[in-house]
């Protein structure tokens, strides 16, 4: 079965500084991967998608993400943090055997502090 | 499109009482879950449906959840009774044929007094 490991429930940048948030997954196959943010009290929201067209995917409100096969990575970066960004972020991976679903990683928690 | 719509937003009942969450997924998909979030849980998946048909409900929690998909553009998760410890908020999401890009809800937080 399909899993996802992120490392760091809690970062804590500060505004300007690089985000860095970490994901990997356990695949046996090539897997979708996805990246959601959720801001308080909102449902999850489609950040960028990896669907092995390139392995830099660009997202939205100026996040990228790299998949290294590799590595079993999808690491999310952003250059300069702006205190919008302060939410949760959840990386997923497809699960095999159709039907859509997605494996959920326990989500890290960033905080953007002055 | 109007998205992936829940009902009702908040919900505070008294335990024991039964509940019903609702959601109408966007037009044309065919694919809807049911979730959890909890701070000691994290993110679950009780159950999800394609072409309304229940695929997997390994993640509902105990018999006193169930959940119905009765057409393509409507979803029930049904609490009876309540417990304290149902406490959470429930999303409703939904996907296209063939794409694994999940839309969700914004949510029922459902306070059981």
């Known amino acids: 079965a399909q899993s996802v490991t992120q490392l760091g429930s809690h970062v804590s940048v500060s505004e300007g500084a690089l985000v860095l948030l970490r994901c990997n997954y356990s695949?046996?196959?090539?897997?979708?991967l996805f990246w959601y943010v959720q801001y308080p009290n909102q449902g999850l929201q489609l950040l960028l998608k990896y669907t092995s067209a390139a392995t830099l995917v660009k997202g939205i409100n100026g996040f990228e993400a790299e998949f290294k096969k590799s590595e079993t990575s999808f690491h999310l970066t952003k250059p300069s943090a702006h205190m919008s960004d302060a939410a949760e972020y959840f990386c997923?991976?497809?699960?095999?055997?159709?039907?859509?679903?997605?494996?959920f990683g326990a989500g890290t928690r960033l905080a953007v502090h002055p | 499109d109007a998205g992936v719509i829940q009902s009702p937003r908040h919900e505070v009942t008294e335990m024991g009482q039964e509940v019903t969450l609702r959601c109408k997924p966007i037009?044309?998909?065919?694919?809807l879950f049911w979730y959890r979030q909890t701070m000691m849980r994290g993110l679950e998946l009780l159950i999800y449906?394609?072409?309304?048909?229940?695929?997997?409900d390994s993640g509902m929690p105990e018999d006193r959840f169930s959940a119905k998909m009765p057409n393509a553009s409507f979803s029930t998760l049904k609490i009876q009774p309540s417990e304290p410890r149902d406490s959470a908020v429930y999303f409703c999401a939904s996907s296209s044929p063939g794409r694994y890009i999940q839309y969700f809800g914004a949510g029922t937080r459902l306070s059981v007094l």
């Open positions: 449906f394609n072409n309304n048909v229940p695929i997997d």
């Open positions: 997923a991976v497809s699960e095999t055997g159709g039907y859509n679903k997605l494996i």
């Open positions: 037009s044309g998909h065919n694919s």
């Open positions: 695949s046996s196959v090539p897997p979708y």
